[in-house]
């Protein structure tokens, strides 16, 4: 905490160094610090004593607001004074002014709650409910993040530029994305696993940010001149990686040069608090081919493969549907191309 001391030092005033030993003032450090106590009638249990002087309680609330995300839970852990600080909704206000992150997209219930500050705390950490959990969704990095099952006809490829339909449409959420996964004549899969808790959406946030859903996309399209196949899985799992809930999909397409968005998102209720202990993992599956079989990379395509949380206004009645075109229907079949 020495980076605290040292910038509350200059705003009241006091010697900014004062060795610990007798070489300069006569008196120790200690010694300092008891008399300074003393004189001001202050408990030294105080947590708005620093360097001897007692800090008015805005300032100490800027000057906490300042300490970097990791040590900020290592403040609250210091006194009773700081941690009632730091579970304020003014202290994390201004953390994120300060970060730029704009407060008023918080919803205000986890504003509200009393625990409220553990999920803006993970928010502010890790950034848990603004971002996509798939951090390679287009293929602008390769294969990247995911791990490849079957690799069928002439195999995966990524097109910088999709090849025999439109361009991705402009998005500000994934920003100049251009690229896009292509699967060939034969089954091309692949998964990506997102580890939740490491993400910042551990089970104590997921509880308290109730209800809650875990949204689901994937952007998906066919070449002018060939039709595909395409199969999604999504399965949530637990840290012993059982399933726990999964959803399927299957979709056949025609040839088509427009890009569609397929979409699901796991929903969860005020009462499903106990359930949200068992969640760690979400597995998201995508599998395509062309339904010509010609050689080369005629498939499907994928592109702004997307995880995201968020948190919602009231319970839901129940899980929602899949948003697809009239082609589309959920696979019950228990062969899906993965164990």
């Not at 553990?118 to 890790?126: E, K, N, P, Q, W």
């Amino acid at each position: 905490m020495g980076n605290v001391v040292d910038l509350a030092r200059p705003a009241f005033g006091g010697p900014p160094r004062i060795p610990k030993d007798n070489s300069w003032t006569g008196i120790t450090w200690d010694d300092f610090i008891r008399t300074r106590v003393a004189q001001n009638h202050i408990s030294p249990d105080n947590g708005y004593v620093l360097c001897g002087f007692e800090v008015p309680e805005p300032v100490l609330e800027t000057i906490l607001s300042r300490v970097s995300d990791e040590d900020i839970l290592q403040c609250n852990s210091v006194c009773r004074a700081w941690k009632d600080l730091i579970t304020r909704k003014s202290f994390w206000k201004k953390c994120y002014e300060r970060q730029g992150i704009n407060w008023n997209k918080i919803p205000s219930q986890i504003r509200e709650k009393p625990e409220g500050w553990i999920v803006l705390y993970s928010h502010f950490r890790y950034g848990t409910f603004s971002k996509n959990f798939i951090k390679n969704p287009s293929g602008h990095r390769a294969f990247d993040g995911w791990s490849i099952y079957t690799n069928g006809g002439d195999m995966w490829r990524v097109e910088d530029v999709p090849c025999g339909c439109h361009e991705l449409p402009e998005s500000s959420f994934f920003g100049p994305d251009t690229s896009c996964f292509v699967s060939s004549y034969q089954w091309c899969s692949k998964y990506y696993i997102v580890d939740l808790w490491n993400e910042g959406l551990n089970p104590t946030v997921m509880r308290i940010s109730l209800p809650l859903q875990i949204k689901c996309s994937q952007m998906y399209a066919t070449r002018f001149d060939c039709g595909g196949i395409f199969k999604w899985e999504l399965r949530l799992l637990d840290s012993q990686e059982k399933i726990i809930r999964e959803h399927k999909l299957y979709i056949e397409r025609p040839p088509s040069t427009q890009w569609e968005t397929a979409e699901y998102g796991f929903k969860f209720k005020l009462s499903h608090a106990d359930f949200m202990q068992q969640i760690r993992y979400l597995v998201f599956i995508h599998e395509g081919r062309d339904s010509q079989f010609w050689k080369g990379h005629y498939g499907m395509k994928f592109a702004r493969s997307c995880v995201t949380v968020e948190c919602l206004e009231n319970d839901p009645e129940e899980e929602s549907e899949l948003e697809a075109d009239e082609t589309g229907h959920e696979d019950s079949s228990s062969d899906y191309g993965h164990d």
